[in-house]
């Protein structure tokens, strides 16, 4: 009859690896009432079981992570490392918990804000417009270098905000603060403006006549506009859009014959 060995905890050191690891499969837990807070759990669990060696204390550090959580998910990392942070200070006696529930949900939306406007407003899309304005030129390896280096980027960006989350606490969003995310990402979307100018005369059909282009960019604030006063979705102005683009040199040929 084979005996099994106990398995060793893991180290503090190890243990924090393995929720940072966790992060990346964080979406995976995604629900319509929790919202994360299934992948923020299952991201905390190694960490929360180094910190607190009693159970209980362990079971009541658990149910401070089951409730609703939503955060852009390139914070999970920063917030993981901001909360085992935390984690220890409760342990030691030095932050109260109850305090701490008070300040996890504001800082969760308040990165989450700025998550969904420098990331999925900003950088996202001018990797999407100048990746398909290179491949469009023919500068497909240059397409491929981008992508990898905002890759490699991202990656680097993640571990940095962990390790300074689990080193300083909430301390971080100090230093996030002069970083001053916002305003660079209002700086991209110029950036991306440009961009879809570019887009604009690549894809816009030869020759180009300044009175239909001046229609063209026209439509596109125009739809742009609706989007913003929430009058069309974003889908169907982008649809719209491709569909007037489409049939524009049609619509010219016959307003043309009707003259």
Request: proline fraction near 4%; hydrophobic fraction near 55%; aromatic fraction near 14%.
């Amino acid at each position: 009859m084979s005996m099994s060995l106990p398995s060793r905890p893991d180290s503090r050191t190890m243990a924090h690896m393995r929720s940072f690891m966790r992060c990346y499969l964080a979406g995976a837990g995604f629900n319509t009432r929790g919202m994360q807070n299934i992948g923020l759990m299952y991201a905390m669990q190694p960490g929360l079981s180094s910190v607190h060696d009693d159970p209980k204390a362990l079971k009541t550090a658990y149910k401070r992570y089951v409730s609703h959580y939503q955060s852009h998910p390139f914070w999970m990392p920063c917030l993981v490392g901001i909360y085992l942070n935390v984690e220890a200070a409760i342990a030691a006696g030095r932050f109260p918990p109850k305090m701490f529930a008070k300040v996890k949900d504001t800082t969760a939306y308040t990165l989450s804000a700025i998550g969904d406007s420098v990331f999925a407003g900003s950088l996202l899309i001018f990797w999407a417009l100048l990746t398909i304005c290179l491949l469009l030129t023919g500068h497909d390896a240059s397409a491929l270098a981008l992508g990898v280096i905002l890759f490699i980027g991202l990656q680097a960006f993640r571990a940095y905000t962990f390790v300074q989350g689990l080193r300083h606490g909430f301390k971080v969003l100090e230093r996030l603060k002069r970083w001053d995310l916002i305003n660079w990402g209002r700086r991209i979307k110029y950036v991306n403006a440009v961009l879809m100018v570019w887009l604009l005369a690549l894809i816009w059909p030869k020759p180009h006549v300044w009175w239909e282009w001046l229609v063209g960019v026209s439509a596109l604030l125009l739809f742009g506009r609706f989007v913003r006063i929430g009058l069309m979705a974003r889908v169907f102005a982008a649809a719209a859009f491709v569909v007037l683009i489409d049939s524009f040199p049609q619509l010219v040929q016959w307003i043309n014959n009707a003259l």
